[in-house]
């Protein structure tokens, strides 16, 4: 009967039971961070997508093309100039060992952008879209999309500019759901609608 009240007691007591899951959540966050830590830093890759969506947003629409997509300011005044909403999506980056945002040099991912005119709906939008690869190591980062030529088609050049595992999803995905909804969210808020 002893054994039974002192189990009871022992029940009972909340500071055992506080101790007890303490330590429980102590030793998975260990084993967590151990498990975790060949992967990326987890905000290497938000970081790389905000870098991506400022930079293509920033490009002058006249410039943000895509023969010659180029990343340079034209030398018209921020009121004349249509507001470009992106979004972006990275696929990878080089070299993929690297922790810091100021070590990557090249990224390769997908951009969907509209020139948010007031009142244009999204449907109506000028649209700018496709596979992107990044220099970031010149200031501003340059900008280089896939095109298809008289010569050459675009799943071909896209191969011919993407490392095959960027390549490969480079065909298959473009922008994520959350993505989708927060560029079409911020779209909406500079068209004024």
Request: hydrophobic share 45%.
């Amino acid at each position: 009967m002893n054994s039974r009240e002192g189990f009871a007691g022992w029940y009972r007591n909340r500071f055992v039971w506080v101790a007890a899951i303490l330590a429980v959540t102590a030793g998975a966050v260990v084993l967590t961070n151990s498990a975790g830590s060949e992967a990326e830093p987890a905000d290497l890759r938000a970081q790389i997508m905000t870098r991506m969506r400022t930079t293509l947003e920033q490009a002058d629409p006249g410039q943000h093309n895509h023969a010659g997509h180029n990343a340079q300011q034209a030398a018209t005044t921020a009121a004349a100039r249509p507001t470009v909403i992106c979004g972006v999506r990275v696929y990878g980056y080089e070299p993929a060992e690297v922790t810091t945002l100021a070590d990557v040099r090249t990224v390769y991912g997908f951009h969907l952008c509209g020139v948010a005119e007031q009142k244009r709906p999204w449907d109506w939008a000028v649209k700018l879209a496709g596979p992107v690869i990044m220099d970031m190591s010149t200031e501003p980062p340059g900008i280089q999309v896939v095109e298809a030529t008289a010569d050459v088609r675009f799943v071909d050049r896209l191969r011919e500019m993407f490392p095959n595992r960027y390549a490969e999803l480079a065909v298959k995905e473009a922008l994520a759901e959350s993505e989708m909804a927060d560029l079409r969210r911020r779209y909406d808020a500079a068209a004024g609608l």
